[in-house]
């Protein structure tokens, strides 16, 4: 794909990442937030951190099967979306869900699971963010620079485990999330495989063999 096309769809996938934001605004505008405000946006906001984190993560599998190399330029966008959403996520429940009390906090924390894994995946994206710019990855070097952005896959669990320790028992609405955080996982091994076996072996180059005179 060209360069300039590239650009283009770079600012359209990065203006429509906003729509949740700007639907929440309107919401709140217009009055229609619900009856409780505060846990309708607690709720769109952790539900699209963890769609940004999943088509973050599926960002390379679609690649590496569709070849569209390309692609992996969204991904760095993606993933800053899942850590925008996921602040605003924790910030809604700090600031207008307990008014930054810190006690009331430390007891949510200690006597409900699924606060403790939302912080974990919301701390581990928050390395993932600071690191995103070219300085750092230069700064980094590329491979510690990857090792580290493997933190993203753990993220990913501890969100749908926050998600579905969230929800009332029986509740299967965090189940296609887990399906396909599962099934993303599992590709990369396997599309790791594919990518060694279809790699040409290197032919051995023979010794020179020494002729009698």
């Known amino acids: 794909m060209r360069e300039s096309y590239i650009k283009l769809l770079k600012v359209i996938v990065f203006l429509a990442c906003l729509i949740p934001l700007a639907y929440l605004g309107l919401q709140a505008l217009q009055g229609k937030m619900g ?3 505060i846990a309708h946006m607690t709720h769109l906001t952790g539900r699209w951190t963890l769609r940004f984190l ?3 993560l599926a960002v390379t599998p679609v690649r590496k099967i569709t070849r569209l190399n390309w692609l ?3 991904r760095r966008m993606l993933g800053l979306y ?11 429940y700090i600031w207008f869900d307990k008014f930054f009390d810190v006690h009331e906090m430390l007891a949510d924390i200690a006597h409900r699971p699924f606060i403790t894994a939302g912080l974990i995946g919301w701390g581990l994206m928050l390395p993932l963010a600071a690191t ?3 300085w750092a990855i230069r700064k980094l070097g590329g491979r510690r620079w990857q090792r580290l952005h493997y933190l993203v896959y753990f993220s990913g669990i501890a969100a749908v485990i926050h998600y579905q320790w969230l929800v009332k028992p029986g509740n299967r609405k965090p189940l296609p999330c887990i399906a396909i955080l599962v099934v993303l996982l599992a590709m990369r091994p396997i599309l790791r495989l594919f990518d ?3 790699s040409p072996k290197a032919t051995p180059v023979p010794e020179p063999q020494l002729q009698a005179k």
Request: net charge positive; charged share 15%; aromatic share 16%.
């Open 132 to 134: 995103s710019t070219l």
């Open 72 to 74: 992996i330029r969204f």
């Open 82 to 92: 899942a850590f925008f959403y996921g602040s605003l996520h924790l910030l809604t």
């Open 35 to 37: 009856t409780d405000p």
């Open 54 to 56: 999943l088509i973050s």
């Open 196 to 198: 060694k076996m279809k």
